[in-house]
């Protein structure tokens, strides 16, 4: 259960470029990214945003320290931009990974889905920042 690849849209593959949308009414397009890292218990995109309540780079990685794929909860390393936490914690329920970090002193959870057929990565942010991007392979 604990493995990144269920949760992420199908096809995800390491220089696959997205497109990044929010939903303002209809979901636009408010940047652009790469995955740099993938496997079963890592996952990197690096590019950029332009959002209300942030402009500018946009680096999101994610490992699941303990690479157990049975494991339902965990031990993981959580980073947004220069925020980083590597005591987060992860949980798996029915088809979202659910992860829970500190990040700039601030409580932030972030599950992570497939959507739209599994075309799609759902990432919805919910503490500090709440917010729900898609991110749509290209």
């Not at 690849?5 to 390491?14: C, E, I, Q, R, S």
Request: glycine content about 8%; proline content about 4%.
């Amino acid at each position: 259960m604990a493995t990144i690849p269920p949760f992420v849209a199908k096809g995800t593959a390491v220089g696959q470029k997205q497109t990044v949308k929010t939903k303002k009414l209809v979901w636009i397009p408010v940047g652009q990214g790469q995955v740099t890292a993938y496997s079963d218990y890592e996952i990197r995109v690096k590019g950029q945003i332009d959002i209300l309540i942030y402009k500018g780079d946009l680096s999101i990685y994610l490992r699941l320290t303990d690479e157990q794929p049975t494991a339902r909860r965990g031990v993981s390393v959580l980073q947004l931009n220069s925020y980083r936490d590597e005591q987060a914690t992860y949980q798996v329920q029915k088809n979202t990974l659910t992860v829970t970090a500190v990040l700039g002193g601030k409580q932030q959870s972030i599950s992570i889905l497939p959507c739209n057929g599994g075309s799609q990565t759902e990432c919805k942010l919910f503490g500090w920042i709440n917010e729900t991007i898609h991110l749509e392979p290209r």
